[in-house]
């Protein structure tokens, strides 16, 4: 079924052709909402808004984008509401994985399992230090893959805006991580 067909039917009271949308969409709900929110109790509740968003406003759906790209859009929205009222910091799941160097990850001896742990922790913490609207560009281009002008129309920012923040939130990262080697080596010096 395309998405032409599967909103047609949805619009029409099909309750299986919009469980087939959420099934097809929940993942991408789940990780646009994720990277957003520190409370995981609140990512449920939140990807349930999301769908029920989706639900309510399909009929206006002109297919100016991608389905995909809409919901997101949504879920983008709808999690950033959400952290605006709870005043949360988001926090980033143990499936980032791109930003480790790969060959620091080569070997299943512990302890460098426990380094790569470590590693995954600081680039975790050192995210979320990073103001919300450069975390989230920089999480929705690097780890969910999404091109420029998808980030534009799920955010709402100009394109030269989001090319700017993806690269502050880089030049941040980097400093961020640079700083923590340093108190690092400096500790281990006094110790």
């Known amino acids: 079924m395309n998405e032409t067909e599967l909103i ?5 009271g099909n309750p299986q052709a919009f469980r087939f949308l959420v099934k097809q969409y929940e993942r991408l709900v789940f ?5 957003l929110l520190n409370q ?3 990512l449920e509740d939140v990807c349930q808004e999301v769908f029920i968003k989706v639900h309510q406003k399909l009929p206006d759906f ?10 997101a859009t949504i879920a983008y929205r709808v999690a950033i509401n959400h952290t605006k009222k709870r005043k949360a910091v988001a926090d980033i799941d143990d499936s980032e994985k791109k930003f480790i160097h790969e ?9 460098k399992i426990v380094e790569e742990k470590e590693l995954k922790d ?19 281009y690097h780890l969910e893959e999404m091109t420029y002008n998808e980030i534009v129309e799920i955010t709402g920012l100009p394109e030269g805006t989001v ?19 340093l108190i690092a080596d400096i500790k281990k010096q006094k110790a």
């Open 62 to 71: 002109r297919g100016d984008s991608k389905l995909s790209t809409w919901i």
């Open 103 to 111: 060959d620091m990850i080569t070997e299943d001896h512990p302890q």
């Open 163 to 181: 090319k700017n923040y993806i690269f502050r939130a880089r030049k941040m990262l980097k400093e961020l991580m640079l700083k923590s080697e």
């Open 122 to 140: 600081l680039v975790k913490q050192m995210i979320n230090r990073l103001p919300a609207p450069y975390k989230t560009v920089l999480i929705l």
């Open 31 to 35: 990780h646009v909402a994720a990277r």
């Open 40 to 42: 995981q109790e609140d």
């Open 8 to 12: 047609h039917q949805i619009c029409n």
